[in-house]
């Protein structure tokens, strides 16, 4: 085979976040991101001096996850990074082979990408779900098109009470159904204490506009630790 997706990692572990947290997962991470986050918790897959991230087979990734899937009853595949549908072309070609046929597959993305005409024709028909976290001016993004995607669910980001405006302003913007479309709100952070100073304003915040509150499991069980 002589397709290649640039790697920074494959993992097992469980969903930390979103709509299937607590799900044991294989987690394909992807390198390279089209933005550049203030606070982001993965910069080794795209900052200048940091990435680590290298061209891979698709018979080297078909054989990693099999090694990882195999024997258990593993089976969601999530795809994140970096932001994986930079790469969608090459995804949907390899999430074609047999061996995710009977999986779930689990998009993480900002939504800055439209979805190409390969990727339109792989999820007809598939358990495919996308996580959309836009990222909104706190991140230090400047302001981009945001795609909503089929089967998607919208994770925001939630910094400081000054995130609500702007959850909200996108919301009314972007004309997102709330009642159709579920929304997940997560705090910053990278220890349980920088989360838990946010907790209060945030479950008041999902409580009054009946949004999803979303931990991030991962640091609770392992710290701000990688393939986790």
């Known amino acids: 085979m002589s397709e290649q997706l640039f790697i920074s990692e494959i993992f097992k572990s469980v969903q930390g976040e979103g709509s299937k947290i607590g799900t044991p997962s294989v987690f394909l991470r992807l390198g390279i991101c089209n933005l550049q986050c203030v606070w982001c918790d993965t910069p080794y897959t795209w900052k200048k001096g940091l990435t680590d991230y290298k061209a891979r087979g698709f018979d080297w990734v078909l054989r990693k996850i ?12 999530v795809v994140t990074g970096g932001e994986p549908l930079l790469q969608q072309a090459q995804l949907a070609e390899l999430l074609s082979f ?17 979805l190409l005409p390969a990727m339109k024709s792989f999820i007809k028909g598939r358990r495919v779900t996308f996580t959309i976290s836009p990222k909104l001016a706190d991140s230090g993004n400047k302001p981009y098109k945001v795609h909503l995607y089929p089967n998607s669910v919208l994770k925001f980001v939630y910094v400081s009470k000054k995130s609500e405006k702007l959850i909200d302003d996108f919301i009314k913007n972007s004309g997102v159904d709330t009642l159709r479309t579920k929304v997940y709100i997560m705090p910053e952070g990278t220890s349980v204490e920088a989360m838990s100073q946010k907790y209060k304003d945030l479950l008041k915040y999902c409580e009054k506009r009946g949004y999803h509150f979303t ?14």
């Not at 046929?101 to 439209?114: A, C, K």
Request: charged share 20%; hydrophobic share 35%.
């Open 66 to 77: 099999a090694s990882l899937t195999r024997g258990s009853g593993v089976g969601n595949i």
């Open 98 to 114: 047999k061996l995710f046929d009977d999986m779930e597959i689990e998009f993480e993305t900002n939504g800055s990408m439209p």
């Open 215 to 228: 931990p991030r499991l991962q640091i609770y069980l392992f710290g701000n630790t990688r393939a986790t």
